[in-house]
């Protein structure tokens, strides 16, 4: 039996339990310690650039484009990470971009212009591509393994992860410079990657059945021919749907709250923690609803919730009804791109999730722009809206393709 038909009868309803492997165990809390690994890291380059900004002398905009050294590296590095991953191993490749990823971020605070820091952005956005594809490949395998739709568990670290490191980094920043909050992040996450490596690399990643042929070259190394390329494209534009609304919320939810509905800045800064909060606990909650609604119904009911919270919290003339209207975007938002990644990777492998986060990493960088081009043509609330429609659009994509991608698990 495929795999995609396994997932999908374990979605149906209850089964008999199925004994869990002590080593597919140790397998997923080694994985979501990476997943959470990958937020706590980000989220504390994050919360120095200001301090980075001063350091390097950078203006505005040579600050923006040194920033693209991560958006760079990272879109870069994802669709090699995919062919990396089938010939090395999603484990190998996962643990080497941790470690990557937690030596680079203790480069920034060396640079002192605004080249040097958009070149060793590169190094670290190239390890931050590399541990997203890797850990979502080993994460699909250890999926169909478990018989569970566990993938938003992992999505729910990752979120965890950057609340974390973005809260622990807003304590310190006033107490310790950028250089040794970096280094300091730099030694947790050599030892998390140590730790966790230990068990990725003593356990190979279990060995997902056969791929029906339609879905699949059988390779493993890109997205496949005909309907399988097609499909993972789709799922890709999901995940582009969902990420470009985290994007927008992420810069411009702040400034909507303070500068169109007069909230204080305080209140204003809550805007996010709110989206963020509910997106994590939706991830929290994502396995009990893909196994009650099934995929499909998850990706439907998502987008519509984020479609009609997003109008709330957009055009809502109150702080508290926009804030509900955040909350309510979060969690339906919450599951729509573990989903999308995890079917791409269900139909084609590494590559699959290579190509699906590729759309969706081009999503979170669209977002931002977008929203400020069209708030300077109409307004911010109405360039808000946009999040709504694509949310919308996510969702009419996952019904009108329901068939298809029935058939492709067949």
Known sequence: MPTLNKIRTAIRGPQDPIPVDPALRSLRTALTLFFALDGLLFAGWVVRIPAIKEQTGASAGALGLALLGVSAGAVATMTVTGRLCHKFGSHPVTVAAGVLMSLGIALPPLTHSALSLGLVLLVFGAAYGGINVAMNSAAVDLV???????????????????????????????????TSHLLILTVVGLILSAAAGRTLLAHPAPRPEP????????TGTGTGTGRGRRLVVVFGLIALCDAYGEGALADWGALHLHQDLGARAGLAAVGYSVFALTMTLGRLSGTVLLERLGQTRTLVAGGAAAAFGMLLGSLAPTVWAALLGFAVTGFGLANIFPVAIGRAGELAGPGGVATASTFGYGGMLLGPPAIGFLAETWSLPLALTTVAALAAMAAAIAYGTRNVVRAAAR
Do not use: I
């Open 144 to 178: 169909a393994a478990l018989h569970r739709p566990v993938m938003p568990s992992f999505h729910a670290a990752f979120s965890l992860g950057g609340m974390l490191g973005a809260g622990l980094g807003g304590l310190v920043a006033g107490h310790l410079s950028a």
């Open 211 to 218: 791929r029906t042929p339609a879905a699949t070259t059988g």
